[in-house]
């Protein structure tokens, strides 16, 4: 990593965690893997490596769901991860790559602009001009090289592309090779290639995937977390190694207030209080567990940089406002009646109701 980098990759992050489970490991190991499926379950649940180094938790939630992604990729079957915003898709699958086949970075993003040549391959025109179709001037993609290689590649969003593109990967997944027919060649897959692909049908103007496309995977659904306490303990993990990754100045820990942004989200989501008493009009975002930690990281950097050091009501505030009120009428509705009916009645709030009315 420079120091210019802005954001770290799983296998930098966690570079001497991988380095401890792969060094004595002696369980079988599926060729072209880094490590054996156990050692790659313990990277991502967390544990301890043969030499006693500590594995951090990259997931927590339910162990089956991931042993089963893990056997997945074991196999020559793809797998796909889908879930509502924020339950980790990403986070997992670039994880499972970086342990599986040492890079995270054989990448694809799909949108409604990508086109099959993102997934096939394309052509170096300065060379296809001077000497025609030929092997040097194929450019070729990650889903190309990964199959070359033996690796994995991620597909970021399948769904954000369109049909006919989706369909692109039924020959990849199905028959293990791509042709080039230009020149009557193929790239076929060595052993260990395989896709990991995430998705979720929340979001407004997703493609569904086809039968065709659906049958070469093997669909791993991740849940939001079950209960109040898993989200915070997500919550509370992931916004230190965020901030401490950028950087961020020192301030005290902010649990306590990390606590309450989540309890605010969980209840705006579900459309009630955690005790179930009360009913509460819900938001036209998702207020996700991934949103809840970009407002926790937000609000550190206003309170290392102009506040006192300390995750305070008016740190929150306008990152909060800035999460809730997606839609400047209905979120505002919302957000003012979760004010009033929960906020301004619930003891040791009273600073957030304050800092939040300001804003608004």
């Not at 989200?265 to 009913?279: A, L, S, V």
Request: net charge neutral.
């Amino acid at each position: 990593m420079t120091e210019t980098q802005l954001r770290r990759s799983a296998e930098d992050i966690y570079q001497k965690e991988l380095e401890a489970l792969c060094k004595d490991d002696g369980r079988p190991r599926p060729v072209n893997w880094k490590m054996s499926p156990f050692a790659v379950l313990t990277f991502i649940l967390g544990g301890q490596a043969p030499d006693g180094t500590k594995i951090s938790s990259k997931y927590i939630g339910n162990r089956r769901l991931i042993e089963t992604a893990v056997a997945t990729l074991a196999t020559d079957r793809a797998l796909l991860l889908m879930g509502l915003p924020g339950t980790a898709k990403s986070w997992v699958s670039e994880n499972l790559a970086a342990a599986i086949s040492g890079s995270s970075k054989r990448l694809v993003q799909c949108t409604a602009g990508t086109d099959e040549n993102q997934l096939r391959y394309s052509w170096n025109y300065a060379l296809l001009l001077a000497k025609g179709p030929s092997p040097d001037a194929i450019v070729k993609t990650p889903v190309a090289r990964a199959m070359e290689d033996g690796t994995l590649v991620r597909l970021e969003e399948l769904t954000r592309m369109g049909s006919e593109t989706q369909d692109t990967l039924i020959t990849v997944l199905s028959e293990k090779t791509l042709p080039v027919p230009e020149l009557d060649i193929s790239f076929d897959a060595a052993r260990g290639f395989n896709v990991i692909a995430t998705a979720n049908n929340r979001d407004k103007g997703v493609n569904e995937l086809s039968s065709a496309l659906k049958r070469r995977f093997n669909v791993v659904v991740l849940p939001s977390p079950a209960t109040l306490d898993e989200e915070i303990r997500i919550v509370v993990k992931r916004v230190p190694e965020i901030g401490n990754s950028l950087t961020l100045p020192e301030i005290q820990s902010p649990d306590k207030e990390l606590a309450r942004i989540v309890t605010m989200f969980r209840e705006i989501r579900e459309g009630k209080t955690i005790n179930g008493k009360t009913k509460l009009k819900t938001s036209s975002g998702s207020l996700s567990t991934a949103e809840a930690i970009a407002v926790g990281v937000s609000a550190w950097s206003h309170a290392g940089h102009f506040g006192n050091g300390a995750v305070d009501a008016n740190a929150l505030a306008s990152n909060i406002v800035g999460a809730v009120v997606k839609d400047p009428v209905q979120d505002k509705i919302a957000l003012e009646e979760y004010l009033d009916v929960v906020m301004r009645t619930r003891s040791g709030w009273d600073d957030l109701y304050s800092a939040i009315r300001d804003v608004l």
